[in-house]
Every structure is written in structure tokens, then in C-alpha cells.
């Protein structure tokens, strides 16, 4: 069953067009991702089915109800979170804090949240009575994942969770990613600049170039794509003749 289908989506930034016809689907229990270059869109379209941005034409549906139209909170009420590009963790707010209005559209019962939240980030448990903004980069991510998390969501959405972290950080937060998901069933959509972290740990992907989803498949099949491999992937020896490619293809639209 689809948790979350997008049909044609059409989102502008004044006369900017940043998606042109939109349409991927998220199945429940399933990592998604979404590659793509700067400027492709990835934000917008996640933005777009957070509330925070009207889009223009198309459907979301989540569960079976549309979520076109509805304010970003009523859209978190209805199990979709969003981890934001950059975190946006509240600085002067202690970790405690930051994690408890994760949990605002819930009523009472955070504790049990609380609780699996410090099972995965257990350094968020010892500084939980310490500014947000006392933590490093990586721990800012984990506290913007486990905010995400507090809101019981059935679908949880990333933007660049590896964002300024170093390889060895990203390496363990996406460890923590596919545990959430393998362990607590939590379906994810995931943009990820990336590209090599982010097809080991989603089931499936998009590839988004200027507004439009140019290609799909199982992550083990676009992984093996040559397109792939030149443009995401980097390959040595491929990469340069790649990247003439890749400038001719711009050239062409
Ligand atoms: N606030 C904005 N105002 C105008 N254009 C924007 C704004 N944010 C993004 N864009 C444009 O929309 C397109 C998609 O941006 P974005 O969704 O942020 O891409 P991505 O997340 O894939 O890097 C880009 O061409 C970008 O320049
Ligand atoms: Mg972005």
C-alpha cells in the first residue's frame, strides 16, 4: 500500500518553477530517496508536502487523505514529519526541550518517546539539561532526527542529514537511520546529497534534475546505472568524461 503518493506537483517561487510535474510514491515500511544536484529541488518537494509551501497543481496523498492545503502543524497531526535542511534545532532551548515540542500535536505520554529517543542517541540523554546549541553539528542531527521522531510519525522525512558532518559522523547517523527503520518500522523519505550512502540505505530512488523525476528503480539497479555512476556516484576514470557529458546534457534544455 502507498503511505504517500504525489502526483504531478507543481511548485513555484514566484515565476520560478521549481517543480514541473512532480510524482513519486513512498510504501509503507520503505526508505526512499530523492538524488539529486543543488537546485533540483529536493527542498521544495519536501517542503511542498510539509505545508510549507502551496503548490500550484497535483496531489499529495497521505494514507488516503489529501494534504493539499493544510497548515504544516495539521500536516505533523497527520504523521508526516520533516528534518530540516540545516536542523533549525532551538539553540537557547535545552536538548529536553527541543525533543518535548517535537512532541507538540501529541497529548501527554512523552516520556516513552523520550525514552526510545535516548536508546538511539544515548549522548542526547546525557546532555539533555544542555543548550541545543552547545552540541556539535553531528549531535544537532540527531537531535533534529529524534525531534522528528517525538511526533509518532508515519512517515518521516530527512533533508541532508549529513550536511557539514565529517565521513565518519554520516557513517553513524545513517546506521542510526536504517536501524530506525529496520527495528522500529519507520518509513522514511530521505534527500541526501550522497549519493553513495544514501542508495546503500534506501530500498528506492528518484533522481530529480530541475524539477523533474528523470529516472526510478531499486537502489541495487541505479546504483549499477552508468547515468549513476558518471553524474552521482563519481566514478574514477569515469568522472571526467562524465562531467563533459553532463554539460552537454545541460546544454540540451
Ligand atoms: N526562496 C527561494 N526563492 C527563489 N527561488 C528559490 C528559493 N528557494 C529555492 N529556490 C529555487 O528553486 C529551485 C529548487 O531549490 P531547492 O528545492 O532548494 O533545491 P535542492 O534542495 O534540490 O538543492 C532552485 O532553482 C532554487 O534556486
Ligand atoms: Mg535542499
Given amino acids: ?39 533540483a529541488g529536493k527542498t521544495t ?5 510539509a505545508g510549507l509551501m502551496d503548490p500550484e497543481k497535483g496531489q499529495i496523498s497521505f494514507m488516503d487523505k489529501s494534504l493539499v492545503g493544510l497548515d504544516p502543524d495539521q500536516v505533523v497531526r497527520g504523521g508526516v514529519s520533516l528534518v530540516p ?40 540523554k546525557e546532555r539533555r539539561r544542555q543548550p541545543a546549541g552547545f552540541l556539535s553539528g553531528g549531535q ?8 522528528g521522531l517525538m511526533a509518532e510519525p508515519k512517515l518521516l522525512m530527512l533533508d541532508e542529514p549529513s550536511l557539514g558532518l565529517s565521513p565518519l559522523l554520516t557513517q553513524e547517523i545513517f546506521a542510526i537511520i536504517a536501524r530506525l527503520n529496520a527495528e522500529e518500522g519507520v518509513t522514511m523519505l530521505l534527500v541526501e546529497q550522497n549519493a553513495h550512502i544514501a542508495l546503500e540505505t534506501a530500498h ?9 523525476i528523470v529516472m526510478t528503480g531499486a537502489s541495487a539497479d541505479l546504483a549499477a546505472s552508468e547515468d549513476i555512476q ?21 546544454t540540451w534544455r
Avoid: C, H
Fill in 1 to 39: 500500500m502507498s503511505v504517500l503518493s504525489v502526483r504531478n506537483l507543481e511548485t513555484f517561487y514566484g515565476a520560478i518553477m521549481a517543480l514541473r510535474g512532480v510524482s513519486i510514491d513512498v510504501e509503507q515500511g520503505e526508505i526512499v530517496t530523492i538524488l539529486g544536484a543543488n537546485g
Fill in 45 to 49: 518537494l519536501m517542503k511542498t508536502i
Fill in 85 to 124: 535542511e540545516g536542523r533549525e534545532v532551538f539553540p537557547y532551548l535545552t536538548v529536553e526541550e527541543n525533543l518535548r515540542l517535537g512532541g507538540f500535536t501529541r497529548k501527554g505520554g512523552l516520556a516513552s518517546d523520550l525514552e526510545l529517543v535516548f536508546t538511539y542517541f544515548p549522548i542526547l
Fill in 140 to 147: 544537532q542531527q540527531m537531535l533534529a532526527i529524534g525531534r
Fill in 204 to 212: 528506492r530512488g528518484y533522481v530529480l534534475e530541475m524539477g523533474r
Fill in 230 to 250: 558518471e553524474f552521482y556516484l563519481g566514478r574514477t576514470g569515469e568522472s571526467q568524461r562524465g562531467q563533459k557529458r553532463w554539460k552537454r546534457r545541460k
